[in-house]
């Protein structure tokens, strides 16, 4: 049973960064495409950026292009979305997660997924 543990969020100034991580247990990262997802309050959860298993290819959605670059690191089973030049519109609990399609493509960013399990993701605030 995989666990996902998000950490780096909290209080940032408009225009300010963040970098979060993602931590896995009980399954090898190595292997599958991962995501950053994100929940507003009010709003529906959205995929804002994705990762191929071997880290070769990437996608963002156009609301983060050119501010958040996602990243991960196999040996150390975590996967990271480095965040800059934030908005207040980017306030939001943010989440990672994969398919689970063993050497699968990256997620489609804008495709809505439905997975059975999330983290408790972690909580990003930016203030104007």
């Known amino acids: 049973q995989v666990q996902l543990v998000e950490s780096g969020g909290g209080l940032v100034q408009a225009g300010g960064s963040l970098r979060l991580s993602c931590a896995a247990s009980?399954?090898?990262?190595?292997?599958?495409?991962l995501a950053w997802f994100r929940q507003a309050p009010g709003k529906e959860r959205e995929s804002v950026a994705a990762i191929r298993w071997n880290g070769r290819s990437t996608n963002y959605g156009d609301s983060v292009k050119g501010r958040f670059t996602i990243s991960r690191d196999n040996a150390k089973n975590s996967v990271y979305l480095q965040m800059n030049s934030l908005e207040p519109e980017d306030t939001a609990v943010y989440y990672c997660?994969?398919?689970?399609?063993?050497?699968?493509?990256?997620?489609?960013?804008?495709?809505?997924?439905?997975?059975?399990?999330w983290g408790q993701g972690t909580q990003v605030t930016v203030s104007s």
């Open positions: 009980g399954r090898t990262l190595s292997r599958y495409a």
């Open positions: 997660n994969s398919d689970w399609k063993e050497y699968g493509l990256e997620l489609v960013v804008g495709r809505t997924y439905e997975f059975d399990y």
